[in-house]
């Protein structure tokens, strides 16, 4: 006869009483406490955790500094198995910190921790970070309880905010979810939002200076110009289409620019905030005195972080992207870098470098009134006049020498490099062209301090035909004597203290070049135009005699809208705005109109061979 099986009734697990769990454990006896830890890691039955979380939050005034262990052992479960979960967990850390503050640093670093999310591999990406953002939620409501009720709370974070920041090789994702929580954070703490952004911008000073240009796209060190348009035709696709940058630390920075960039327009606009209009319709408005904080803070980080950085290519756009939302903001910016450069007691590589910022936003920047472009030049001109006057009458002359006179070339480069890219704007009548003739381009050519010489090859080029095409300036003579002077010192090896001294070609709004981040610059960035406009045409056609005409381009009379320029005077600002050389030969050693053609003799050089034949 077979005996029936008795049904096996289910395991239950056995609750421990965590108040005489903690009070043996203060006592020397672990037995309770060993098993009560293990029951938690091992088993992850939701109702039971729960139940332990409820018994936790009931006995947080026992849990001091003697307790740290078990803090520390409780924060190792994973108490993220599900939302009910998640929230009774958060709610005992608040509780707790409250309570103990000893436990803040610890807790504060773990929930910290949360922000950098490891992917598992084998599960769908998309559905593993949309989970990772609603904990981060959670996690962002607990911290802001916690600095709600604790006033020290921002001290202890900040320097663990440094801390945890993820490893700059690291996952793309894992930077972009703790940067994120980063500016949510400054949401809550706006008294803290300075240190923040100084800290994310900072991190992105790192991935710029390792991602140069010429990393990105190393074909556009090419020389030739065919080859150089069919790389930038490229580029421009690869921006336009939004692809993953191939460099990786220009992909880590391209993520990091659109989520700073994105969150100065969220403050611009008071996160979209809408009005009603009194027609009963709706408009999104621009939070002005939200934009003045936000600007000055971001100008403070770049005076702090930007300014002292050698060569960054992408970071500073943000100065770029924020002056867009008041004129207020970009007269602001050009008022600073012109003080910052026009004080004589600023340290001579800040001049140099705040030159080169102003020429480039005047350069670039779309939004900027014509007024105060003209307006700027205006004020660049009169004080390279100035200079020119006091150096001139100075009783301890100078020589003529780049480390002499720094800034003064720096900012010549400047209106130079403005001039030429803003021509159209500048000249656009009768009445501009008169006021260029008032800058007196021609003393500031002609001066003894001689800033041709030590400008960048291609734009003295450029400057000089645009200059001689209106009469505003002659340079060929001064290109010349520069050509025959360096040449003489040359064949006879003469030791000249600034042979070999160009000025840098640093412009920091050259051409953007990272894909997702640019479809916040590309709207307001202006490219280069090498057309003359119809007005321009006619009063060439109006002013300039019959016996001048050597200066106009060919056909300029049938010619309603054409380059000033030949192509082959595109290089520096052809329709690829292919970024500056630094090298290459002087501007009088490339070949010119009205220059001996290729074959001719040259007199000069065959005097100096003949003397070098009778010492040799």
Not at 260 to 267: A, D, G, M, P, T
Request: hydrophobic share 40%.
């Amino acid at each position: 006869m077979s005996k029936k099986t008795a049904k096996k009734k289910p395991y239950i697990q056995k609750k421990f009483d965590v108040t005489v769990a903690l009070e043996q454990h203060k006592k020397g006896k672990n037995d309770l406490y060993l098993d009560l830890m293990t029951q938690l890691k091992k088993y992850q039955d939701v109702k039971l955790l729960k139940a332990y979380l409820t018994d936790f939050q009931d006995c947080v005034s026992l849990l001091d500094g003697r307790y740290y262990d078990f803090v520390r052992d409780v924060s190792v479960v994973n108490w993220f198995v599900n939302e009910a979960l998640s929230k009774h967990y958060l709610s005992f850390l608040k509780r707790l910190v409250v309570a103990q503050p000893v436990h803040l640093k610890f807790i504060l670093q773990k929930l910290l921790q949360h922000f950098k999310p490891a992917l598992n591999s084998s599960l769908p990406v998309d559905i593993q970070q949309k989970e990772h953002w609603i904990l981060c939620g959670h996690i962002q409501l607990a911290l802001k309880s916690i600095y709600d009720n604790m006033p020290m709370m921002p001290n202890v974070l900040m320097s663990l905010l440094q801390k945890e920041f993820p490893y700059f090789k690291g996952n793309v994702f894992t930077v972009e979810c703790y940067t994120r929580n980063l500016l949510q954070i400054s949401m809550f703490m706006p008294d803290h939002r300075y240190k923040i952004l100084e800290l994310i911008i900072t991190k992105m000073v790192n991935f710029d200076v390792l991602s140069p240009r010429h990393e990105i796209f190393p074909e556009n060190e090419s020389d030739d110009l065919t080859e150089m348009i069919d790389v930038v035709a490229k580029t421009e696709f690869d921006l336009n289409t939004g692809q993953l940058m191939k460099h990786p630390q220009a992909e880590m920075l391209d993520v990091l620019m659109h989520i700073l960039l994105s969150h100065i327009q969220n403050v611009a606009y008071n996160n979209f905030e809408k009005t009603s209009l009194p027609d009963g319709s709706v408009q999104t408005k621009i939070d002005l005195p939200s934009c003045k904080k936000l600007y000055r803070e971001l100008l403070l980080i770049f005076e702090n972080v930007i300014l002292p950085t050698h060569k960054t290519c992408h970071v500073q756009f943000f100065m770029f992207y924020v002056c867009k939302y008041h004129i207020l903001l970009c007269d602001g910016f050009l008022d600073y870098l012109w003080k910052k450069f026009s004080n004589p007691n600023t340290e001579p590589i800040f001049r140099v470098t705040c030159s080169s910022y102003l020429g480039s936003f005047l350069a670039r920047s779309k939004y900027l009134p014509v007024s105060s472009l003209l307006v700027c030049l205006e004020v660049f001109c009169q004080w390279i006049h100035d200079y020119i006057d006091m150096a001139s009458n100075n009783k301890d002359k100078k020589p003529a020498f780049l480390k002499n006179h720094e800034p003064f070339y720096y900012l010549c480069q400047a209106v130079f490099y403005v001039f030429v890219f803003r021509v159209r704007d500048i000249l656009d009548s009768e009445k501009a062209i008169r006021r260029a003739l008032s800058w007196n381009f021609q003393r500031i050519i002609t001066c003894y301090l001689n800033p041709l010489k030590f400008c960048m090859p291609q734009l003295v080029n450029k400057f000089a035909s645009i200059t001689e095409l209106y009469q505003l300036a002659m340079c060929d003579t001064i290109i010349e004597k520069n050509r025959r002077e360096i040449l003489k010192e040359e064949s006879f090896q003469i030791a000249y203290v600034d042979r070999d001294c160009i000025l840098n070609s640093f412009f920091p709004f050259d051409p953007y070049l990272l894909s997702r981040s640019s479809l916040f610059i590309q709207p307001i960035y202006r490219e280069y135009d090498t057309t003359v406009p119809n007005n321009q045409t006619t009063y060439l056609k109006n002013h300039i005699d019959d016996d001048d005409d050597d200066f106009l381009p060919q056909d300029v009379n049938d010619a309603e809208d054409r380059t000033i320029l030949s192509i082959d005077e595109f290089s520096l600002f052809n329709d690829c705005d292919k970024e500056i050389s630094s090298g290459g030969s002087r501007a009088y050693d490339i070949p010119r109109r009205n220059w001996k053609s290729k074959g001719e003799k040259n007199e000069i050089v065959e005097a100096m061979m003949v003397t070098l034949t009778i010492l040799n």
